[in-house]
């Protein structure tokens, strides 16, 4: 059994740190010297308290000299988004804004400003040195500050929307940042998508005619998958599933993504995380599509596996295409090219007319503005964005709501529940954000949705908001197959009517399980 910790071991840290220092809240605390960044400790003390009492953490909120701190104690990257004098941040943004005169006149004003106050304490440093990742479609600069001069000369432009620090989470001590090999929660939901051991047919899966695995969890009485294979498999429809990649060892994501009952689908395998690089200049191999983690692999079995001849476990929608993107290393957001990756990500999928689906299996507890750039041009082209809503711990997933970017109202949020269909999942986050749930978790035996492995046709299992998300997705391609012609307003109406809280939304699970059977016309509600 695996099931991916998604901000696990960050919220054990900072649970811990709360608890320490309780007893000292009582205590004055002395005023923090404005020409010294904040400790780790301070800095994550901050945000874990806004988050308590919000639920969120705005960094376009926190004030110049906490986004100066965080920037020192990680790795210096801002990311900077830039607009032409007078242009409200209200306002949409064009979908060609960096290609405009008036864009590119603020883009070289900001350029300009920003060399000029880090050349205050560093004469020698050219404009060649401040990027650090390529520039896609947004209006965003992605770049090297030292000085906290420069954070609050951009806070005070009119031509800044605004300058965030792109590499900070509240995950580790900061002697770590340079060193992410040794960090424990690089790994996290990595490293365990192996066969899963013990699994009984007729229990924990069933084999179908022609010889594949369906899910425990694919039964009837859930989601009404099986019946609902019937009228619709996913033909037509492309998903695109932004995570770690997938793994070029499993056969069933390649070769044989097109056997038995499906056919006449494509799988591509992408990658959009930029190489790691020094004063804008990338070192190292370049990245390849390869899912080096298992987590990006799991999704990606869980939402269109083949319904094939190897006996391994099938997909939600087995005639769906496919496009994988490995955007990240792991699921928490936690690294600057990481941010990058995934903003990257987004604007590939909403360049691509040919996708409808966007599923994403990652987070992190703190907000991006250039991310929420890049998910909303994505929205704006007509996706169906789908984002977990967490997973984490028993105990924390009890009191941490549903993590950014699932919070944004541009994306469905999903999360995980068990088979008794009134229980969160023990890993899984609820809230308001929460728009369909996914039962995915037995109570009797703890046995997690199946999916497929790093290799091999024998089943691994998965669970979190993680797989909830990935068969939502697979769930939303099956409606939107059977009815091509819907827009995504109307699918999305599809999918409510057809669900167990149609007539009174929950304030945590939402419109709650969809019955795609019933989506598709084919049992009455």
Known sequence: MRTPTLLSATLLALALASCQHETEQALPQPEPDPTTALTVQQLNEQIMKRLRETGQFNWNQASAHTVWSALTRSDYVLSVGYQPAGFTASSPLPDDARTLPQWQQAR?????????????????????????????????????????????????????????????????????????????????????????AGLTEGSDYIVLPDGSKSSWNQQDQYHGIRAGWSQSTGQGIKVLIIDTGSSDAQE?????????????RTIERLVTLPRNSIFGIPYGDAETPNDECGHGTSMAGACAAPRGTDGASVGVAYNASLITVRAAEDVFLDASREVQGVSNAYILAGNRPDVRIISMSMGRLTSSSQLTDAIRYAYGKGKLILCAAGTSFNWSAGWAGVIFPASLPEAVAVTGMKDDLRTRCDECHVGSDVEFTVVMQRTTNDLRALTLAMTGDAPSTVGGSSVATSSMAGMAALVWSRYPADTRAQLMNRLI????????????????????????????L
Do not use: D, K
Request: aromatic residues 4%; hydrophobic residues 35%; neutral net charge.
């Open 252 to 264: 069933n994501l390649g070769a044989a993504f097109n056997q038995g009952q499906s056919s006449g």
């Open 108 to 196: 070289e004003q900001v350029l300009e400003l920003i060399l000029g106050q880090e050349r205050q304490t560093n004469p020698t440093l050219t404009l060649e040195q401040l990027p650090v990742f390529e520039e896609n479609n947004l209006p965003v600069l992605t770049v090297h500050v030292r000085e906290l001069s420069t954070v609050q000369a951009l806070r005070r432009s009119g031509l800044v929307r605004y300058a965030e620090p792109m590499g900070y989470e509240p995950n580790r001590p900061a002697a770590e940042v340079a060193n992410r090999a040794s960090s424990s929660l690089t790994s996290s939901g990595c490293g365990n998508n192996i066969a899963t």
């Open 497 to 524: 009517a057809a669900s167990s809280n149609r007539t009174a939304r929950s304030s945590s699970f939402g419109w709650g399980r969809v019955n795609v059977a019933t989506a598709l016309g084919g049992l009455p």
